[in-house]
């Protein structure tokens, strides 16, 4: 059974040995996903591939999903989906005040100020984002599928259903809405 969409049917119906099978077959994919993710974090972050890959499958494959993934590409970007939640909920932990909140690092050698932190702006990506879910939903899946689930436009459109032309028209518009919106937090 090294079909990945037979593998997902079975541990959709509860076969635990599925779920083994599947690691294998997707692990280098979903840690290609995860390097790139990690990619655009901040140094010294305290997740490393590795782990956000488990974390995800985790997520996805847990005794308590309810998840049906149809297909493959499905499959991945529902795990794109889960790292993307959980680097943001360690963003998120990061500011607690437990954790050091608004505190910077500050280094003994010459006096240059830290520049802000790219954990700040994943958070206000993911606000942006939120906002734009609830008012354009269709365009905040494709911007998800292809910004975060590494699909192509392409791919994107025919997992929506749409054709590719409306697709490059909704990933410029949502484009220029996050960018407009996330100038628009920077400059209050």
Do not use: C
């Not at 599947?22 to 979903?30: A, I, N, R, S």
């Not at 308590?64 to 989906?81: G, H, I, L, P, Q």
Request: hydrophobic share 45%.
């Amino acid at each position: 059974m090294n079909d990945v969409t037979g593998i997902l049917s079975a541990v959709e119906q509860g076969d635990a040995r599925a779920a083994e099978q599947l690691l294998p077959l997707v692990y280098d994919e979903l840690r290609r996903l995860a390097a790139a993710r990690l990619a655009s974090e901040a140094p010294g972050q305290t997740l490393d591939a590795t782990a956000l890959v488990h974390e995800a499958y985790n997520r996805l494959v847990g005794a308590t999903n309810d998840r049906a993934f149809a297909n493959r590409k499905r499959f991945f970007v529902a795990a794109s989906e889960a790292m993307r939640w959980i680097l943001v909920e360690n963003a998120r932990r990061k500011r607690r005040a437990k954790r050091g909140g608004k505190l910077r690092r500050v280094e003994l050698e010459g006096d240059a100020l830290e520049t802000p932190r790219r954990d700040e702006r994943l958070l206000a990506l993911d606000e942006a984002l939120e906002r734009f879910a609830a008012i354009e939903p269709a365009k905040a899946e494709l911007l998800k599928l292809h910004a975060f689930g590494g699909l192509s436009l392409a791919a994107a459109a025919e997992v929506l259903g749409i054709s590719p032309a409306t697709a490059d028209r909704w990933w410029a518009y949502a484009r220029a809405w996050l960018r407009t919106e996330i100038s628009e937090e920077k400059s209050s």
